[in-house]
């Protein structure tokens, strides 16, 4: 699967190109001391972890630089913070995002075409979704940071009991499912992110999902899909988080047979007195998961800022830094060779849930949210109309009316004319 590129944006590409990038293959780096703010949403053990790796940057850097770390909040507060000071030209010299928030102002994006070409960077090291997601704009426009990806958390000793096996594919989790809700009346599914989960599901049947243009599953394959994942919550095989809040919760009280949700959730998971697994996503025709997880961009307009933010930006993306970085808050490796250290291999061995090796082994299956002007507002419509149709137990064919009708009047057009016209798929 190709991420789409965003023609338009390469227009840009004249206005940041005047910005002074220097070429780290022709020249040498000559770096005064100076100041670099970075900011960011990390919390908890996350924050503390960046924090540590961040003083480490500031005592052993040999030029001077020092990053100052600036806590903006939850991912929304940094997005609305991002977007008005890109208005205001106040950006900060660094930033995590996400490629679908800085769709409104790419120009100001520095482009880092020149610094990944740093021969101490290794640019093709990293996974390749990763850098598919980096250069979607025609340009590369970030690195990655902390990235994860969805995995099915399941609960290993009820399903030992019952007699299940992890499910790999669509029927097979539709029959655990019922196999389970008949020998102990609970769900076997839950899904911390509802359009995540139909993004996947649609790309797992071969269908696409939506671009600029609107909706892109009115179709047959689309039917099928949303029928899937209504036949799944319809029968009772699956249930909404509720008043749980998140679904590591309500699996830590065995109240759920599993759940897809974030790789990182699992240090948010207590097995008491039961085992806890981990699996990578069921598919379908196809094998994809979402890749998740933001990206730093540099908004700095200094050139001497521009070198020292690189810097920074190498070192947190080292080999040595995403292996601690992903130890200690469940993120995952940016870098393939990461994977190959004697260190992180015995990590992965040690970890008896299966947590990272079923993450890292969907990794050739990855994919990245589509990125145009309003995607972001994309989510947040997919799943307020999959949670309603969901709690009024509609049937498939007007929850996909419904998704296709409102993802176009989000995104102001009439929609795509459908290869092949939906029809009744039985349950």
Known sequence: MKLRKVSAVLMSMSMVGAMA????????????????????????????????????????????????????????????????????????????????????????????????????????????????????YGFVACVPFNKSTYVYFYNKTLFDEVGIDVPTTWDELTEAGKKLKEAKDIEILGVDDLSGFLEASLHQNDCEYVSEDGALFDNEAGLETVSYIMNLYNSGYARLVGEDSYFSNVISNQMIGGYIGSCTGVSYITADGWELGVAPVPGNKEKAVNQAGTNIYMFSTDENKQNAAWEYMKYLTSV??????????????????????????????????????????????????????????????????????????????????????????????????????????AE
């Open 320 to 425: 040595d830094s995403t292996i601690q970085w992903s130890e200690e808050t469940g993120y995952l490796p940016v870098r393939k060779s990461a994977y190959e250290t004697d260190e992180f291999k015995k990590f992965m061995d040690e970890d008896k849930t299966n947590n990272y090796k079923s993450a890292y082994e969907q990794s050739p299956y990855f994919f990245a949210q589509p990125v145009f002007d309003g995607s972001y507002d994309v989510m947040n419509t997919v799943s307020t109309v999959l949670e309603d149709s969901i709690l009024d137990e509609l049937e498939p064919e007007e929850v996909l009316e419904n998704l296709v009708t409102e993802l176009n009047d989000k995104l102001g057009v009439d929609g795509v004319a459908a290869e092949e016209e939906p029809s009744s798929v």
């Open 21 to 136: 990038v220097p070429t780290f293959a022709d020249e040498a780096k000559t770096i005064e001391p100076c100041e670099i703010t970075f900011w960011h949403a990390m919390n908890g053990k996350q924050e503390e972890s960046l924090t540590a790796l961040t003083d480490k940057f500031n005592e052993e850097n040999e030029y001077g630089i020092t990053v100052t770390l600036v806590n903006q909040g939850n991912y929304s507060d940094l997005s609305t913070k991002l977007t008005a000071n890109a208005a205001a030209d106040t950006l900060p010299d660094l930033s995590q995002g996400y490629n679908n928030w800085v769709t409104a102002y790419t120009d100001k994006i520095v482009p880092l075409d020149d610094f990944v070409t740093d021969e101490d960077f290794d640019y093709d090291d990293l996974i390749d979704s990763y850098k598919d997601e980096c250069e979607v």
